[in-house]
Nanobody, 124 residues
Framework: QVQLVESGGGLVEAGGSLTLSCVASGRTASTYAVGWFRQTTDEEREFVASIALGNGRTGYADSAKGRFALSKDNEKNTVYLQMNSLKPSDTAVYYC?????????????????WGQGTRVTVSS
Protein backbone atom coordinates (compact mmCIF):
# COMPACT_ATOMS: atom_id res chain seq x y z
CA GLN A 1 0.00 0.00 0.00
CA VAL A 2 0.92 3.60 -0.54
CA GLN A 3 0.45 6.23 2.10
CA LEU A 4 0.12 9.88 1.12
CA VAL A 5 0.42 12.99 3.25
CA GLU A 6 -0.47 16.45 1.98
CA SER A 7 0.69 19.73 3.44
CA GLY A 8 0.94 23.38 2.55
CA GLY A 9 -2.66 24.48 2.72
CA GLY A 10 -3.75 27.63 4.47
CA LEU A 11 -5.43 30.99 4.16
CA VAL A 12 -4.36 33.31 1.38
CA GLU A 13 -5.75 36.43 -0.23
CA ALA A 14 -7.05 36.39 -3.76
CA GLY A 15 -4.17 36.73 -6.20
CA GLY A 16 -1.78 35.03 -3.82
CA SER A 17 0.11 31.75 -4.11
CA LEU A 18 0.45 28.50 -2.24
CA THR A 19 2.51 25.38 -2.80
CA LEU A 20 1.02 22.07 -1.74
CA SER A 21 3.18 19.03 -1.13
CA CYS A 22 2.31 15.37 -1.33
CA VAL A 23 4.74 12.92 0.24
CA ALA A 24 4.37 9.24 -0.55
CA SER A 25 5.61 6.30 1.46
CA GLY A 26 5.17 2.54 1.39
CA ARG A 27 4.96 0.65 -1.90
CA THR A 28 5.62 3.66 -4.08
CA ALA A 29 7.31 1.68 -6.86
CA SER A 30 3.94 0.62 -8.26
CA THR A 31 2.62 4.18 -8.51
CA TYR A 32 2.29 5.38 -12.10
CA ALA A 33 0.90 8.84 -11.45
CA VAL A 34 -0.14 11.20 -8.71
CA GLY A 35 -3.21 13.33 -9.05
CA TRP A 36 -4.54 16.31 -7.18
CA PHE A 37 -8.25 16.70 -6.56
CA ARG A 38 -10.28 19.19 -4.59
CA GLN A 39 -13.58 19.01 -2.84
CA THR A 40 -16.01 21.48 -1.39
CA THR A 41 -18.88 20.67 0.89
CA ASP A 42 -21.41 18.25 -0.59
CA GLU A 43 -19.72 18.08 -3.97
CA GLU A 44 -17.78 15.34 -5.69
CA ARG A 45 -14.03 15.48 -5.82
CA GLU A 46 -12.93 17.56 -8.77
CA PHE A 47 -9.82 16.79 -10.80
CA VAL A 48 -7.17 19.52 -10.63
CA ALA A 49 -3.97 18.08 -12.10
CA SER A 50 -1.91 14.94 -12.46
CA ILE A 51 1.67 13.97 -13.13
CA ALA A 52 3.19 10.71 -14.31
CA LEU A 53 6.12 9.87 -12.10
CA GLY A 54 8.15 8.22 -14.84
CA ASN A 55 8.06 10.62 -17.76
CA GLY A 56 6.74 13.67 -15.92
CA ARG A 57 3.78 14.07 -18.25
CA THR A 58 1.22 16.42 -16.72
CA GLY A 59 -2.44 17.11 -17.18
CA TYR A 60 -4.48 20.02 -15.87
CA ALA A 61 -8.12 20.87 -15.49
CA ASP A 62 -9.19 23.93 -17.44
CA SER A 63 -9.58 25.80 -14.17
CA ALA A 64 -5.93 25.14 -13.34
CA LYS A 65 -4.26 25.74 -16.70
CA GLY A 66 -1.97 28.72 -16.70
CA ARG A 67 -2.18 29.17 -12.92
CA PHE A 68 -1.14 25.86 -11.36
CA ALA A 69 2.03 23.88 -12.01
CA LEU A 70 3.08 20.40 -10.98
CA SER A 71 6.57 19.24 -10.22
CA LYS A 72 8.07 16.16 -8.62
CA ASP A 73 11.11 15.04 -6.73
CA ASN A 74 11.35 11.30 -7.17
CA GLU A 75 14.18 10.97 -4.66
CA LYS A 76 11.99 12.53 -1.99
CA ASN A 77 8.83 10.75 -3.21
CA THR A 78 7.19 14.16 -3.28
CA VAL A 79 4.89 15.89 -5.74
CA TYR A 80 4.32 19.64 -5.55
CA LEU A 81 1.37 21.68 -6.73
CA GLN A 82 2.29 25.32 -7.17
CA MET A 83 -0.86 27.43 -7.21
CA ASN A 84 -0.68 31.03 -8.40
CA SER A 85 -3.24 33.77 -8.96
CA LEU A 86 -5.56 32.07 -6.54
CA LYS A 87 -9.25 32.89 -6.61
CA PRO A 88 -11.98 32.49 -3.97
CA SER A 89 -13.39 29.74 -6.19
CA ASP A 90 -10.22 27.72 -5.51
CA THR A 91 -11.27 27.37 -1.88
CA ALA A 92 -11.54 23.65 -1.11
CA VAL A 93 -9.90 20.72 0.58
CA TYR A 94 -7.14 19.49 -1.70
CA TYR A 95 -6.26 15.80 -1.87
CA CYS A 96 -3.45 13.99 -3.56
CA UNK A 97 -3.95 10.46 -4.77
CA UNK A 98 -1.90 7.69 -6.32
CA UNK A 99 -2.81 5.42 -9.21
CA UNK A 100 -1.12 2.44 -10.82
CA UNK A 101 -2.93 3.04 -14.10
CA UNK A 102 -1.57 4.89 -17.11
CA UNK A 103 -4.99 6.19 -18.13
CA UNK A 104 -8.02 7.91 -16.70
CA UNK A 105 -6.10 10.24 -14.46
CA UNK A 106 -9.03 12.64 -14.21
CA UNK A 107 -11.24 10.01 -12.59
CA UNK A 108 -11.17 9.75 -8.79
CA UNK A 109 -12.41 6.14 -8.89
CA UNK A 110 -9.21 4.98 -10.59
CA UNK A 111 -7.01 6.10 -7.71
CA UNK A 112 -6.34 3.55 -5.02
CA UNK A 113 -4.65 5.63 -2.35
CA TRP A 114 -5.59 9.02 -0.96
CA GLY A 115 -4.15 11.46 1.50
CA GLN A 116 -6.11 13.06 4.29
CA GLY A 117 -6.40 16.41 2.51
CA THR A 118 -5.19 19.93 3.17
CA ARG A 119 -7.51 22.90 3.31
CA VAL A 120 -7.02 25.92 1.08
CA THR A 121 -9.02 29.06 1.75
CA VAL A 122 -8.80 32.04 -0.58
CA SER A 123 -10.27 35.26 0.73
CA SER A 124 -11.64 37.97 -1.52
Amino acid sequence: QVQLVESGGGLVEAGGSLTLSCVASGRTASTYAVGWFRQTTDEEREFVASIALGNGRTGYADSAKGRFALSKDNEKNTVYLQMNSLKPSDTAVYYCAATTRDYGHTLPRLYGAWGQGTRVTVSS
